[in-house]
Every structure is written in structure tokens, then in C-alpha cells.
């Protein structure tokens, strides 16, 4: 199974999700890269398997320049650019296309707050991506720490994500 986790993170929470997600799933991947959306292939090997996509909720959604400039001026230590919501835009996929799961860190466990792992899932699901599932990681703020737990528990989920089915 090759494995590419790509995130978005502006405080660092987003970040550390994704490399406890990494650490979990190499169990069950011959092929692990984790990588800042940055960074990420704008084009995806049909040899891929598994996409996973993380991003912070940002006004209920996905990151937009302007949620990332606002974050920026209160001391957020990144500001990907392009983030998570362009870089699926332009997206190239193969055939065949790989099973995506989304994952998103935010404040607090309400419904009301939104989320970006369901924005992640739609966004795919347009570029004709099949999606797994999706997962919410709570931090206590918005710079964060992350809740007790919550590093372990995506640990678990990168862990379940490449398990033999």
C-alpha cells in the first residue's frame, strides 16, 4: 500500500495530527510520504493508495487566503499557500484513483463549529475521489494545545486506516 498524507496547519496542531496519522499508518504501508500541502505532487501516481488530507476548520470550512492572512496577523507561525482548498482544485488524478480519508483539527466537538474534513471529502468527492471517511481532532484553542488524547487517538486512526480489511 502506498500511502501520501498532505496537510495544511497554521498554528502546528494540523501538523502533529498529521505525523501521529504517519507514524500509525506506516505500520500498513510499504510506501509512506507526509508532506506540507506545499510540498505535495500536483499530480497523483496511479501506484497511490491511500490519499489522506488534514486541514484546520476555518469559519465552519476549509482555509481561504483570507482566514490564512487573518491567522498569519495574530502569530500563526505558517501560512500555506496555496492551502488545501486550491491545491485540491488543481488536482490531477489517475486512473485508478487512490481511497481518500480527511481529517481536520478544531475547537471543540460541536456541529456548530463545521468542519474541514467534510469540506475535504466534498472537494474530493468533485474530483471524482472516492472517500473513506473522515475524522475531527479537538484543540482547546485556536493556537491550540491539542485536547488529552487526541495525538493518541490519531495515532489509532492512521493505524486503522492501512489495517489488512
Not at 500563526?76 to 481529517?103: C, D, M, Q
Amino acid at each position: 500500500m502506498e500511502t501520501l498524507i498532505v496537510y495544511e496547519s497554521l498554528w502546528g496542531n494540523t501538523r502533529q495530527v498529521a505525523e501521529e496519522v504517519a507514524r500509525g499508518a506506516r505500520e500498513g504501508s510499504d510506501a509512506l510520504t507526509l508532506c506540507a500541502v506545499a510540498d505535495a505532487p500536483s499530480s497523483l501516481t496511479p501506484s497511490l493508495t491511500l490519499l489522506v488530507i488534514g486541514a484546520p476548520t476555518h469559519a465552519f470550512s476549509l482555509p481561504t487566503p483570507s482566514s490564512r492572512a487573518e491567522a498569519r496577523s495574530e502569530g500563526a507561525a505558517s501560512s500555506h499557500t496555496p492551502g488545501i482548498r486550491e491545491w485540491l482544485a488543481g488536482l490531477t488524478v489517475k486512473t485508478p484513483p487512490p481511497t481518500v480519508a480527511a481529517f481536520d483539527t478544531r475547537q471543540g466537538r460541536s456541529f456548530l463549529v463545521g468542519s474541514a474534513a467534510k469540506s475535504i471529502a466534498r472537494a474530493a468527492k468533485r474530483r471524482a475521489l472516492i472517500v473513506s471517511e473522515t475524522a475531527d481532532f479537538v484543540v482547546t484553542s485556536r493556537e491550540g494545545p491539542l485536547e488529552q488524547g487526541e495525538l493518541e487517538r490519531a495515532f489509532a486512526w492512521g493505524r486503522a486506516l492501512t489495517a489488512p480489511r
